[in-house]
């Protein structure tokens, strides 16, 4: 299977994600993210993946896997 997107441009997301936005903002971020690759997700989804992010043990792979998981083609 194909990724929809590629590790560095996740890797980039979450160093950003990770700079301390509040939630809401982190949310917006990871929604823009989406919708620029053609992709929604809902403010919930995008909320909770957000906060994954921060998790302990939570990797790039496991980030991107989250993502791919949400991601809704538009």
Sequence with gaps: MR???S???ITALRSEL???FDSK???ELLQMFLAGHGYGVSVEEARN???KVG???GTVEAFQRELESI???M
């Design 55 to 57: 998790m302990l043990g």
């Design 3 to 5: 990724e929809k997107f």
């Design 7 to 9: 590790v560095p441009e």
């Design 25 to 27: 903002d982190a949310a």
């Design 71 to 73: 991601a809704l083609v």
């Design 18 to 20: 990770l700079q301390g």
């Design 49 to 51: 993946a957000v906060s």
